[in-house]
Structures are given as structure tokens and as C-alpha cells.
């Protein structure tokens, strides 16, 4: 079985669909989504239509969280994802609204864990930056794989247990028996580690191998789409970026 693992597309809707031309190209069976479907740019609707009826596994994100509890956006959020997120509330269609509210805080396949924050504590939305946070995550669970999202950044978190000893690999892994690993496949619509381009991965469970791919799309677009929407310009010019 092939999984395309998708993360923090954030109603970036041109960016969504180079990720599913080159992943159709590349080959998968089935779609999982670690959250935030919703917020920073301008077509939530069109983004949920796109995948709701071809995912296996969808996770709640904090935007997605947020869209759901609009009490809590002024305390969690800062000023440029409030403003967005309030512009994603109205226009969100009915249908995007039931299908937010059935998203699950995690899932699991076999021995694959899905998450959009941390699994030890999902609810609270914490970020896994570092080897050390990661580390405890993995000791704290039991699953050989834990998928997460939320930092918008790629990357592959190898743990022997016997060791205690975290590694952090390049874009490619082969899962090995009696190591653990934490895998984030960076995001499709907002990528934060300094590379414009949409971030994705792939995991072979047959063969065990996980690959991160990126593609590029066209950025332009969505920037105009942006500043026609009133929302706050810097929304893109970090796509350009990728930070």
C-alpha cells in the first residue's frame, strides 16, 4: 500500500493541486491528511472539495480547530492567522463546516500513528521542533511510525530505543525493525524551511520506505489572490520565501 501523507495545506488550493499531479505521476493508493485544511489563504471550499471524498485519514488541525471555535482565535492565533482565519469563516460552506467537525485528533493504521500536533497531548496543539522533543514523543507512544504535522517544515526523526539514541535523516528512510521513527512531511501550502516549494511524502508500507518530494507551483497566483482577498500581504511574500 502507498499513503500520500499531505500536511498544512491551508486553503492554498493551486498548491494542492501540483501535489496531487506530481504524487498521481509518482503513484499512490490512498490519501491521508495530517490537518489544516483551512486558513492563511482564500479557498477553503476548494480545497476540501478537492480531497474530502478521496482520503482515507483526516486529522483536525488548529486551523481547523479554530474555524470550528472562533471564541478561541483571538487567544491562540496572531494577528496575521486571525485575520485570515476569520476571512476562511466567511465564506466556508456548509458542507465544509460538517466535514471539519467529524475530523478525528488522531488516527491510526497498523502500526502508523497520524497526528497534526503532538501525540501525547493532541489536543493542545504543541510543535515538535527539536531532536528532543521528538525523542520524547516516540518514548511516550507505542507505534513504530508517528506522522505529524503542524511546524510546516520536513522532516525524519529515526529513534533506537536500545540506545536512546534520535538521528535526524535526509528525505529518504527505510523503516528498519526495532527502531522508531516521528516523520513530518513539511506543508503543502505554507513550507517554512526556507523552500518555496510544496512539501509531500510518500510511505511504501509494503516495501517500508518513506520519501519526501517537493514540487513547485505557481506562487503568483495565489500572492494575487491574497491581496484581492484584503488579507495581509505578508501572507505572500513568505511563500517566496518558504518561511
Known sequence: MRYLILSDI???LIALK??????????????????????YYTSPNEVIEEL????????????????????????????IARDALFYNIRFLSKDSLEFLKKLPLTSEVDDYLFVHGTPTEPEEFNYIYSSSHA??????????????????????FEYNEEKDRITMLGNTVRLEKGLRYL???????????????ASFGIIETDE??????????????????VIKAGLNPLLAERLYDGF
Request: aromatic share 8%; glycine share 10%; hydrophobic share 35%.
Open 18 to 39: 501540483e501535489v496531487l499531479k506530481k504524487a498521481k505521476r509518482i503513484g499512490y493508493d490512498e490519501i491521508i491528511c495530517l490537518g489544516d485544511f483551512v486558513g
Open 208 to 225: 517500508g520506505v518513506y520519501r519526501n518530494y517537493r514540487v513547485e507551483y505557481d506562487i503568483d497566483s495565489v500572492a494575487a489572490d
Open 135 to 156: 525523542a520524547r514523543e516516540i518514548r511516550l507512544t507505542l507505534n513504530q511510525v508517528i506522522f505529524v504535522g503542524h511546524t510546516h517544515i520536513p522532516v525524519i
Open 52 to 79: 474530502k471524498d478521496k482520503l482515507k485519514i483526516a486529522i483536525l488541525g488548529n486551523h481547523d480547530y479554530g474555524i470550528l471555535h472562533p471564541q478561541s482565535i483571538t487567544a491562540y492565533f496572531n494577528e
Open 183 to 197: 516523520i513530518n512531511p513539511g506543508s503543502v501550502g505554507q513550507p517554512r524551511d526556507g523552500s518555496p516549494e
Open 10 to 12: 491551508h486553503s492554498n
